[in-house]
């Protein structure tokens, strides 16, 4: 199995190949534009590293620190990242014949996401043959938005995609 994370790369120091680059001390300032040789100069007698930041730019953009110290740094933004996203929506599923204290059970789960401001992805999952009978999954996913009206808003229609009918609520602003 694949390694799903992604790989960042950043050149550092001798790997960076521009004649020029924009350079940018530790503390976010600019300093100007330099030749690759001062830049590495600078470095050198600061007792930092080059990384190149912005590699498309024209010149490209490196920045003068600690290279641990920035694989560190972009460590935690992508974890920050991740966090935000993560909460975003929140998922509940169904069959097509679900029996009344469960239907009552997930509603009130829908509910209380959407009273805590998530979105809420209805998942109506048809097993075997009941794919077949497909309009209970309508009327199923029509009796949830008849009861959740005051809470959450339909983003749309429901899509059927594969053995799946799905549709998604946004919370409704008070």
Request: aromatic fraction near 10%.
């Amino acid at each position: 199995m694949a390694n799903k994370t992604k790989q960042f790369f950043y050149r550092v120091n001798w790997q960076i190949r521009a004649p020029q680059v924009r350079l940018i001390d530790e503390k976010g300032k600019q300093i100007g534009i330099f030749s690759i040789g001062d830049a590495r100069k600078k470095a050198e007698e600061k007792g930092l590293d080059l990384v190149e930041i912005a590699p498309r730019a024209n010149p490209p953009v490196v920045k003068l620190i600690d290279y641990n110290k920035f694989k560190y740094q972009e460590a935690k933004k992508r974890q920050e990242e991740k966090k935000k996203q993560k909460g975003k929506l929140k998922e509940v599923r169904f069959t097509p014949f679900i029996g009344e204290a469960d239907f009552d059970f997930r509603l009130k789960k829908i509910i209380k996401f959407l009273k805590k401001n998530y979105q809420v992805k209805i998942v109506i999952r048809f097993l075997g043959r009941q794919i077949t009978k497909k309009d209970f999954g309508y009327q199923l996913i029509e009796k949830i938005a008849a009861q959740i009206a005051e809470w959450g808003k339909a983003e749309g229609k429901p899509k059927l995609v594969g053995k799946r009918l799905i549709v998604i609520f946004n919370p409704v602003k008070k």
